[in-house]
T-cell receptor, first 115, second 114 residues
């Protein structure tokens, strides 16, 4: 158990809908990262927040947004869902902003299925 | 465009045998390289991390090497066990201002047979 929690574990929805994925980082960690893992693309970095502020952006679509709250939990909002958004979404947390030895701990993931 | 290529895509070995997984990258500016193990349906777990100045790092039966000149890394698994069956992912991070942007390889799927 990494100490990172994600809810829900599974989510099934229809195209065009909007969903929210939630992540609680390990106690004491200030950074939260979101990743998408699909069968055809592998793992892709979406976005990083550090102590409530957005700090790095990867391949995140405009239909997707995230935020980190004062209690450091984070939410990833996915809107106007398409079939291709079906994937595993992972959240990870780390103690610091970055750096080579700033180890990230991954949560168990949320499996999103868009029908 | 930053890229990380891993080979082989999949590998089947017998329990107790050794194996080596490869990772080639074109990521700039290079900050660090990590190897992760990911069991099916679970989040990745870090095995090793190396910076530019390090060329070998071990974690139990896992040994990673890094050649920053040729931009290649390998992960050697010694005396494989059934529990080593998983996907092994190479991740190379680039420094971008005050942040670090990771690029992931597609992974090598390892199956260890008894």
């Amino acid at each position: 158990d990494s100490g990172v929690t994600q809810t829900p574990k599974h989510l099934i929805t229809a195209t065009g809908q909007r969903v929210t994925l939630r992540c609680s980082p390990r106690s004491g960690d200030l950074s939260v990262y979101w990743y998408q893992q699909s069968l055809d693309q592998g793992l892709q970095f979406l976005i990083q927040y550090y102590n409530g502020e957005e700090r790095a952006k990867g391949n995140i679509l405009e239909r997707f947004s995230a935020q980190q709250f004062p209690d450091l939990h984070s939410e990833l909002n996915l809107s106007s869902l398409e079939l291709g958004d079906s994937a595993l979404y992972f959240c990870a947390s780390s103690l610091n902003l970055g750096g080579p030895y700033n180890e990230q701990f991954f949560g168990p993931g949320t499996r999103l299925t868009v029908l | 465009k930053n890229q990380v290529e891993q080979s082989p895509q999949s590998l089947i070995i017998l329990e107790g045998k050794n194996c080596t997984l490869q990772c080639n990258y074109t990521v700039s500016p290079f900050s660090n390289l990590r190897w992760y193990k990911q069991d099916t349906g679970r989040g990745p777990v870090s095995l090793t991390i190396m910076t530019f100045s390090e060329n070998t790092k071990s974690n139990g039966r896992y040994t990673a090497t890094l050649d920053a000149d040729t931009k290649q890394s390998s992960l050697h698994i010694t005396a494989s066990q059934l529990s080593d069956s998983a996907s092994y992912i190479c991740v190379v991070s680039a420094r971008s201002g005050g942040s670090y942007i990771p690029t992931f390889g597609r992974g090598t799927s390892l199956i260890v047979h008894p």
